[in-house]
């Protein structure tokens, strides 16, 4: 099983901050079977970033994805109130699929 | 406009059984890649089960023997059939849709979640 590590676990920024979240593997991800999900409060989850850093539809270009091997990254060029929410990634390569444990942003 | 909508969360007694209902609509769903997700209250997500288009099944460790998906393409349904519930099985569970975008099938769009509540 591939284990994904979030970092940081919560991370406190002011609006048009640049954020970014690291998500690293347990082991390599030969493909780049890679995304990330935003989630708000009382929300399900919504797909941004698939195949590590192509932004799915209606997702700003101020997020960007990218990574290879066991390191990924979620880039947020310019924090925007509505960012704050909680931010997963996950690999959808390797059974079973799993998620990361998730970082939170806060914008101040 | 597609949506997927859960129905048949509630509270269950431990070594109870349930089943969840997602209705599909607004998209060919007979021939999507669909996927169960949870998330315990307060907690991450977890993958639970997929479903290809016909009969192929998946499953995490942690429901295998337990929980059975299928789904009925005629109706547009994805259904969970779960047994022998336990305490650790509390969570809401999101029905997916998976898409082929690109190389693979990332997990593209949500349903707004059921919760199932496993309490004597």
Known sequence: EIILTQSPGT???????RATLSC?????????????????PGQAPRLLIYDTSIRATGTPDRFSGSGSGTDFTLAISRLE???????????????PLTFGGGTKVEIK | EAQLLESGGGLVQPGGSLRLSCAASGFTFSTCLMSWVRQAPGKGLEWVSTLDGTTSTYYADSVRGRFIVSRDNSKNMLYLQMNSLRAEDTAVYYCVRRLKLGGGYPFEFWGQGALITVSS
Do not use: M
């Open chain 1, 11 to 17: 991370l406190s920024l002011s609006p048009g901050e």
């Open chain 1, 24 to 40: 690293r593997a347990s082991q390599s991800i030969t493909t780049i079977y890679v995304a990330w999900f935003q989630q708000k």
């Open chain 1, 81 to 95: 109130p509505e960012d704050s929410a909680i931010y997963y990634c996950q690999q959808y390569f390797d059974a």
